[in-house]
């Protein structure tokens, strides 16, 4: 990973929005290396959870600067940092799966909420509820199954619950991420909790019989 700033530099007290303004207008290496420390563990979590595989996420993380880096000059003041990160990871990602004729993949070890919805808590319902329709299985059952279950989804339903559940972003940061209507993400999101739960009774009900 990039060399970073140790704490306490001024740079600190700056905004992503600021740091990012700064880099646009002046091209220094201190902003650029600030804003890698901020988002390298957490920018890093979402790929490998997204690729499946924490190489090639390494390798898109680096992508991911190298393209913030080329398209500094496209930048918007003011506009908000996270979201245009996001966007410009998850076309890495999309390209890089391309690339190798794969699919997003979901790792499970991480459930987050944004406070805007509960897709998490929906999804957390769905397996783990002792009275739901996977009640039966055991805890590394019920993540087997749900893997196997986003794997089914079509790819603009998982990549919006992969934002949504994993990686905590809001609905409208997901519309800019995506370049969707905020109304067409909540219906991807209601969408593919649906299926989920339509896979899971009937799941339940193979199970029982």
Do not use: C
Not at 8 to 36: C, I, K, T, W
Not at 67 to 73: I, Y
Not at 81 to 88: A, C, E, K, S, V
């Amino acid at each position: 990973m990039t060399k970073v700033l140790h704490a306490g530099n001024p740079l600190d007290q700056l905004s992503d929005e600021e740091l990012m303004g700064r880099y646009r207008e002046e091209g220094h290496s201190a902003e650029f290396n600030l804003l890698v420390r901020r988002y390298e563990r957490e920018l890093y979590r979402y790929l490998s959870r997204y690729l499946g595989d924490p190489s090639l996420a390494d390798d898109v993380f680096q992508n991911t600067f190298l393209q913030v880096h080329l398209k500094r000059d496209l930048y918007e003041h003011g506009r908000p940092f996270r979201p245009w990160l996001y966007t410009i990871a998850t076309n890495q990602a999309v390209d890089a799966l391309r690339k190798l004729g794969r699919h997003a993949a979901v790792s499970l070890d991480q459930s987050q909420s944004n406070g805007e919805a509960e897709p998490g808590a929906l999804v957390d319902l769905l397996v783990g509820d002792d009275s739901g329709p996977l009640a039966t299985l055991q805890a590394d059952e019920r993540r087997r199954w749900v893997q196997a279950a986003l794997k089914k989804l079509p790819d603009t339903l998982r990549e919006t619950l992969i934002l949504a559940y994993f990686q905590d972003l809001k609905y409208r940061e997901i519309a800019e991420v995506l370049k969707i209507p905020v109304g067409t993400v909540k219906s991807r999101l209601h969408a593919a909790l649906a299926r989920l739960q339509e896979m899971a009774r009937t799941a339940g009900d193979s199970i029982r019989e």
